[in-house]
């Protein structure tokens, strides 16, 4: 019986995948910080410039991190600061960020980070730019897209499939627009998170803030856009079941 319902999985996924252009992305364990108040979570591992702050105080419920001038992770110092924690396979990150992203060199966004030659960031970053870049053990390349007009707070989504990362943004955590991919070949496990980059030099310090960071725990099978949003497929008992996917919980701001 087990012997059947492993094939019958087998086949299903794979009449989704060449039915309906179906990907899979599996979340891993899953996590959750909707980073109540401090202290941060001893899951995280702070790392950069040694003046970063990381605050859970001055707004409760968000996690402000601030960095000092000449920080930056890719197109020059690499000491951008960060929250990091060890992940293995593949799995989709969600945060809410938030920030007044009007100076120039001012970023930040999810991290999937292995080295400072093997990384990826997905961002929001001045001026009103959504971007995905990083490195893949040779040159920083990106790829951006402008919003028009300021959106804050702003929804960013990671996407890790095999050696393929993808970024995504929303305006309301429901309806995603995908803005670039890059393949990435990291270590396994290797480490995700958030960051906030302040390039530029004899600048004040930048604060970014999040509202919360999100790995769903269920394994999803991920329809790109589809016209009635993105759909999970949970498989269960050998079994799939096709729901709506909603977005990770949120606070309004």
Known sequence: MKNLRAIISALTVIALTFAYGITFAAAGTGYNDDFISPPLSDVWTTSGNSGATYDLSTNPGWLTI????????????????????????????????????????????????SDDDHFMRVEIRDVNKVQIGGKNGGSFVYTQDSLGSAIDPIYLKLEKTSTTVKGYWSSDGSTWDEFGS??????????????????????????????????????????????LGTIAIPIAMGAAVIIYKKRPGQKTK
Do not use: W
């Not at 000092?68 to 593949?90: K, N, T, V």
């Not at 004040?204 to 803030?209: G, I, K, N």
């Open 66 to 113: 601030t960095s000092p001038a000449d920080c930056d992770l890719g197109a020059g110092s690499d000491d951008a600061p960060r929250i990091l924690q060890s992940i293995s396979g593949d799995f989709i990150a969600y945060t809410k960020v938030s920030g007044t992203f009007t100076a120039s060199g001012t970023h930040a966004g999810l991290l999937v980070y």
């Open 182 to 227: 890059y393949t990435l070949t990291v270590s396994d496990p290797t480490q995700i998170g958030l960051f906030v980059i302040n390039q530029d030099k004899s600048v004040p310090p930048f604060s970014a803030e999040f509202d919360y960071f999100n790995i769903p725990t269920s394994s999803l099978f991920v329809v790109p856009e589809y016209p």
